[in-house]
């Protein structure tokens, strides 16, 4: 003689998966609306004497196994007697501009605001995040 007892977790395991793609929808999303700010603020500090780095810049949203990731990008090209460089480091990281062109611009364009506005971004996709699931 046997007594026996089945509990079937489908239905649970199918509803943690539907909160889970919910949760990385919005988490998304908040990406998307932080690496927008991001490249908006850090346009506005970015060298601007042809436009070309301005004009290059773009963020990315990635998103692989629940992982969401984001990022903002400059690429711009120059030549120079020795060949090409890269503009976009050179002008970032080395403050290859002294006397910039366009009041307001700096070096570090892109780290600055991204170091001035990083908690407030994870806040604000938790919050989106927070809000599908509620």
């Given at each position: 003689m046997s007594n026996g007892m089945s509990f079937d977790t489908k239905g649970f395991t199918a509803g943690v998966a539907l909160m889970q793609q919910r949760a990385v929808s919005a988490a998304k999303d908040g990406m998307h609306d932080s690496m927008d700010d991001l490249l908006r603020r850090s346009r506005e500090l970015a060298p601007l004497d042809k436009g070309i780095l301005r004009m290059t810049a773009w963020s990315e949203v990635t998103e692989k196994d629940g992982v969401v990731e984001g990022a903002v990008y400059y690429s711009a090209v120059e030549k120079d007697g020795n060949g090409r460089f890269n503009y976009?480091?050179?002008?970032?990281?080395?403050?290859?501009?002294?006397?910039?062109?366009?009041?307001?611009?700096?070096?570090?364009?892109?780290?600055?605001?991204?170091?001035?506005?990083?908690?407030?971004?994870?806040?604000?996709?938790?919050?989106a995040i927070r809000k599908e699931l509620t």
């Open positions: 976009a480091l050179r002008t970032h990281e080395m403050g290859e501009y002294k006397n910039p062109t366009t009041p307001g611009t700096q070096p570090k364009y892109l780290e600055r605001p991204y170091k001035e506005n990083v908690e407030r971004y994870r806040d604000e996709i938790a919050a």
